[in-house]
């Protein structure tokens, strides 16, 4: 800070007693100014009445009131600088040099300029005192001054719709997330921002040195992506059986039960005749032994019936189509049972 103050107290002070040293070389510059001349036919004795007369009508040199008003306004200046009031001092250093386009006054321009962070109109300064003045004593320090601030990071704002976006200058991503700030080399740069489920905005700026900008990214929600059908394996509406089954198990039911009374019918006539041998015995027997013997083939018949068609329903066959689809029936003849699909 100390070194700080001291090169602005020198630039300043330079400044000041180049304004100055300005002032004598014009007086000397400035042609005298010249009383009317005595009439040549003026009497002798009338000579030394008109020097007093022309010496008292000869005009005196007018004040310079522009270098007056220079360092009046290069004096509040640096009393603004020294106490911290950048803005006030700026303002009386411009002044001054419209006032007297001293090339020196640039120098404490561009360090107001520079203390308020317009990088910018400090380089602009410094380039124009250096082309002014290429013989200056301190060219070369002031050729590294304005090198450095050439290159001073710029400092991008970056913000988007919706925050939390990752943020990537010329396609590096950053660490930072929006909104945050970022500094950037001065130059032309891409800014981008990437959300997910959003579309990425991008903005391309001109990073000036020093200056701090905005990047404000608009990011556009992604349509839903199309629902794919998925194929479904056909599955039955139910697991039960189907009608075909409880037909063919009521069949066999209805044979065993038919089998079974026919069978205790021939045993009772079997024992009948064993006590008493007759012929209509003997055929009432017969018959009865007949029909249950139909009757429990029947049962296991309809039985096997229905369990093929059970499990056929079970492995889960396509369906057929509803306008092709057809009812099983079964139906019960005296030779045998008939299933009809």
Known sequence: MSTGRTRSRWVL??????????????????PPVRGPRPAAAAPAAAAPAAAPAAQATTPTAPADTTLVD?????????TQFT???FPEALVAFQRAFALRSNPVVLKPIAECNERLGRVPEAIAALERYLAE???????????????????????????SSMPGAEIAVDDVVQPEHTPAPVEVTPG??????????FRSAEQEIDAQPGT??????????????????VPVAPTHASRRPGPAVWVAASVAGAAA???????????????????????????????NALLSDVGFSAALLSAGVAVVVYFADRRGAAPAPAHEAAPARAQFTGSGLRLTF
């Open 13 to 30: 002070a330079g400044a000041l007693a180049a304004i100055g040293a300005t002032a004598p070389a014009q007086a000397q510059r400035r």
């Open 70 to 78: 220079a360092r009046t306004a290069y004096n509040e200046g640096t």
């Open 83 to 85: 106490a911290g009031h």
């Open 133 to 159: 003045l290429p013989a200056a004593a301190d060219h070369e320090q002031m050729e590294a001054r304005l090198a450095t601030l050439r290159q001073r990071p710029a400092r991008i704002n970056v913000a």
């Open 188 to 197: 032309h740069h891409r800014i981008r921002a990437t959300l997910t489920g």
């Open 212 to 229: 701090p900008a905005l990047v404000s990214l608009a990011l556009a929600p992604l349509a839903p992506p199309p629902v794919q059908a």
């Open 257 to 287: 039960v038919m089998g079974t009374v026919f069978g205790v019918m021939a045993l009772s006539s079997s024992s009948d005749y064993s006590l008493t041998p007759t012929q209509d015995l003997y055929d009432t027997g017969r018959r």
